[in-house]
């Protein structure tokens, strides 16, 4: 989007941290009148620059500490292509995301699991029985900071 000025990265920054914050008080914390915000807010909601408003979860109080991201090579020589594979993968309860990336992986998933046997169980008996998984690396997180 062209025209992003300093006031609307400003609003975003703010949003990131404090996603559910009134107009008014992102104004009064920024310093930028009310109607400013709320114009700003409904620029970049219709240039899609802001596309949902969403929450962080602890997933430790949900009963599944322990996430993990999970790169998969993909299998040129299956039937299925590489984002009919994503997509059955996104569908799993325990997956939080799914992308396709460059480099030497063709996939990266993160996973939400109750414990490291869930998780072992998940990339075992789940991913690798799927059409179009050559190969995988579980990188279990230790603790996220954003």
């Known amino acids: ?10 609003i975003l920054d703010f949003l990131k941290d404090e996603g559910r914050a009134k107009i008014s008080e992102i104004s009064n914390k920024l310093n930028i009148p009310r ?11 219709e240039n899609g620059v802001i ?5 962080n979860v602890d997933y430790e109080k949900l009963g599944t500490p ?6 998969i090579n993909f299998d ?9 594979l994503a ?7 325990n997956v939080l995301s799914v992308s ?9 998933i993160l996973t939400v699991n109750r414990s490291m046997r869930d998780l072992s169980m998940f990339v075992l ?7 179009g998984v050559e190969n995988t690396l579980s990188i279990p997180i230790f603790e996220s900071i954003l």
């Open 125 to 131: 008996d789940s991913l690798r029985s799927l059409e």
């Open 35 to 45: 109607a400013t915000v709320f114009e700003k807010l409904e620029k970049l909601r």
């Open 76 to 84: 040129p020589r299956s039937s299925v292509n590489q984002r009919d």
């Open 1 to 10: 989007m062209k025209g992003i000025d300093e006031r609307d990265r400003m």
């Open 66 to 71: 322990v996430l993990a991201y999970i790169m």
């Open 87 to 93: 997509r059955r993968i996104s569908r799993f309860g």
């Open 51 to 55: 596309t949902k408003f969403t929450v």
């Open 100 to 108: 396709i990336i460059a480099g030497q992986w063709d996939l990266l």
